[in-house]
């Protein structure tokens, strides 16, 4: 089942502060988090494990609450290279497979 | 960065005709995947494999078919090209040790326009 993701869509000015959200109708053990700027391919960001573990990447940290069956993005002082679209993915199944959320626009501005 | 190419990058082609996109790896990545990606749906799966001669259908596999005879190479056919498969087609690959098993790699992509 589709995770959803909110908001849709983002604007910040550089900076800036913002918090995408992914959740999940099913129990989570692990979610994975994607960043794909415009006309490229999406690059693994980082995997939330069960347990709540926290994890960054850059200025880029993640949180996930398997109570919740949530998993939230903050990205703290934005810059403009993090401009792109955000999408979550869950393991679907067998645990070879990822099912992935629609996507949340992040838009960078000066 | 996993090294994950696809072939042709761009392919524009008519309805009807049959279409092989390809995706080839260097990783000896035991997974890999077909996407295909449309605005407002995001990545959707369209099959994938576990092995060599192993597929299995994803959640849009309607009017396409994939093969997989050696480990780095992953084909996708479109049987009769619709213009409702006018799409960015994604391969992606995943299963190396030390990794969680499900952390996928994604091709550069490719742009299919059927008209």
């Known amino acids: 089942q589709q995770p959803v993701q909110s908001p849709q869509a983002v604007i910040l000015r550089e900076g800036e502060d913002a918090v995408i959200n992914c959740s999940s109708s099913?129990?989570?053990?692990?979610v994975h988090w994607y960043r794909q700027k415009h006309g490229e391919a999406p690059v693994f960001l980082m995997i939330l494990l069960k347990g709540g573990e926290q994890k960054g990447h850059e200025k880029i940290s993640a949180s996930f609450n398997e109570k919740k069956q949530q998993s939230s993005l903050y990205l703290t002082a934005s810059q403009l290279s993090y401009s792109g679209t955000y999408f979550c993915?869950?393991?679907?199944?067998?645990?070879?497979?990822?099912?992935f959320g629609k996507g949340t626009k992040l838009t960078v501005n000066p | 960065d996993a090294g994950i190419t696809q072939s042709p990058r761009h392919k524009v082609t008519e309805t009807g005709t049959p279409v092989t996109l390809r995706c080839h790896q260097t990783?000896?990545?035991?997974?890999m995947y077909w996407y295909r990606q449309d605005p407002g749906h995001g990545l959707r799966l369209i099959h994938y494999s576990y092995g060599v001669k192993d597929t299995d259908k994803g959640e849009v596999s309607d009017g396409y078919s994939v093969s997989r005879s050696k480990t780095e190479d992953f084909l996708l056919t479109l049987e009769s090209a619709t213009s409702s498969q006018t799409s960015v087609y994604f391969c992606?690959?995943?299963?190396?040790?030390?990794?969680?098993?499900?952390?996928?790699?994604f091709g550069p992509g490719t742009r299919l326009l059927v008209l």
């Open positions: 099913k129990a989570l053990y692990s």
């Open positions: 993915g869950i393991p679907q199944g067998g645990s070879e497979k990822l099912v």
């Open positions: 992606a690959i995943s299963g190396t040790s030390g990794e969680a098993q499900e952390t996928q790699y």
């Open positions: 990783e000896n990545h035991r997974y």
